[in-house]
């Protein structure tokens, strides 16, 4: 008798302890849950100010200081979408492959570069590099930041982290091409890309400090509690 | 079928979009600041209207919402076709940036039915698609424009009859993804990992 009794509070001490242990984690999770939403809405935020700036200012950029007429840019534009539309499915196999992290940060690098490229370009070959670039990295952080920001969340928070992630985007796309326009006035057309670059400096080095991976690619365990299939 | 709807709705909209600023200029004789107000608003009125309608759409599903969407898409492009005063496009603007209540509800329905796997990957296709889709829009409208012995508003009316079906598309076949509060939580990470 006592050695079930002992047994039956052996086994409930373990259940206590395995229940302790849960709760931790479950803490835990949602501690990183949190951390990740409001990395993904802020690097999410900057990248939006640079990329509208950006869109706001190109096509000024290209009819003023590159002198090119409206069929030269439509077809530059359209060009460019369409490729880095079709190239970013490569972006979104390397995500799925490699993890979210590592694709999120290669988008940003590209962004990076094509901003740089953007204040330098002086030759219609040199803006097309510069606009696929540019077009390619901003697909690539759309598609990624909107699968983690899935996939920092549970079902229940699903849609208000979305929420949360579209409106600040979106308060960046109206900051953008104000601070653009500003600084379009005062320093010259080329100086909006030297401010872009700035801000996806500044994605960049949130993403690698402040946001978790949330998947990392397909040989690995899925950790995080918004990694459900249905 | 969420596919098959997006690339109706990029079409739909392409068609009314793509021609809208000239229609509010040449058409309702707008002026600058109409204009720069017609542009603004909607996006004002989405970024109040989007917070709210994601809480939303995290207690009764993601389908009622995304519904709403598409219905106030469609009632938008009918309001442009009925416009005749500039007021009556910023009104117009206000319901198409109350039209913002869909997007993040649309966000998690799309994320929900993609197999993480394939999520990015998948994600990508989804825009590229989407691209696609729009490309013709611009075209057709201008089309419309120049040969319609009717006027540029039946661009409108057109583009609304494009996104009609889609709400219908969506409201029938697409399932709701989010699970009622009885049902077990995914609050639990070991649970998450190894349920297939």
């Known amino acids: ?230 | 079928m969420l596919v098959l709807a997006q690339i109706i709705i990029s079409f739909g909209v392409s068609v009314g979009g793509s021609l809208s600023p000239r229609y509010s200029r040449e058409i309702i004789l707008a002026n600058e600041i109409e204009l720069s107000i017609i542009t603004s608003l909607s996006t004002a009125i989405s970024i109040i209207a989007m917070i709210p309608a994601a809480a939303i759409s995290d207690r009764i599903g993601r389908i009622p919402p995304l519904l709403a969407h598409e219905i106030l898409v469609v009632a938008t492009q009918f309001s442009y076709a009925i416009a005749q005063a500039p007021i009556h496009l910023i009104l117009v603007s206000i319901l198409g940036g109350i039209g913002a209540i869909g997007i993040p509800g649309f966000r998690a329905l799309q994320t929900e039915l993609m197999p993480q796997e394939h999520r990015v990957k998948l994600l990508s296709l989804y825009s590229f698609i989407s691209s696609l889709a729009a490309i013709p829009g611009p075209l057709i409208s201008s089309l419309i424009w120049e040969s319609s012995s009717l006027g540029p508003r039946i661009m409108f009316v057109i583009s609304g009859f494009l996104v009609l079906p889609t709400a219908i598309v969506v409201y029938t076949s697409v399932k709701e993804t989010l699970r009622k509060p009885h049902e077990k939580s995914m609050l639990q990470p070991m649970e998450a990992g190894n349920r297939k």
């Open chain 1, 1 to 230: 008798m006592s050695f079930y009794t002992t047994r039956t509070h052996y086994l409930q001490l373990n259940k206590q302890q395995d229940s302790v242990l849960s709760l931790k984690e479950k803490l835990r999770q949602t501690i990183i849950s949190q951390t990740n939403i409001q990395a993904l809405a802020l690097t999410g935020t900057i990248a939006a100010v640079a990329t509208s700036s950006i869109n706001y200012i190109s096509q000024h950029f290209m009819r003023e200081a590159l002198g090119l007429d409206l069929t030269e840019l439509g077809g530059i534009l359209t060009v460019a979408l369409l490729a880095s539309s079709l190239v970013s499915v490569g972006g979104g196999l390397l995500a799925d492959k490699y993890g979210r992290k590592l694709t999120l940060i290669l988008g940003i690098a590209f962004c990076c570069i094509g901003a740089i490229l953007y204040f330098i370009t002086e030759t219609v070959i040199e803006l097309l590099t510069t606009v696929l670039l540019s077009t390619l990295g901003t697909s690539i952080i759309l598609s990624t930041m909107t699968a983690m920001t899935a996939e920092s969340v549970t079902d229940r928070k699903r849609a208000s982290a979305f929420g949360i992630v579209e409106t600040l985007r979106a308060v960046g796309s109206v900051v953008g091409p104000m601070v653009a326009g500003w600084m379009w006035i005062i320093y010259g057309i080329r100086s909006p890309f030297l401010f872009a670059f700035t801000m996806y400096l500044l994605a960049f080095i949130g993403v690698l400090l402040l946001l978790k991976e949330t998947h990392k690619g397909e040989k690995h365990i899925r950790t995080f509690p918004g990694n459900y299939q249905r």
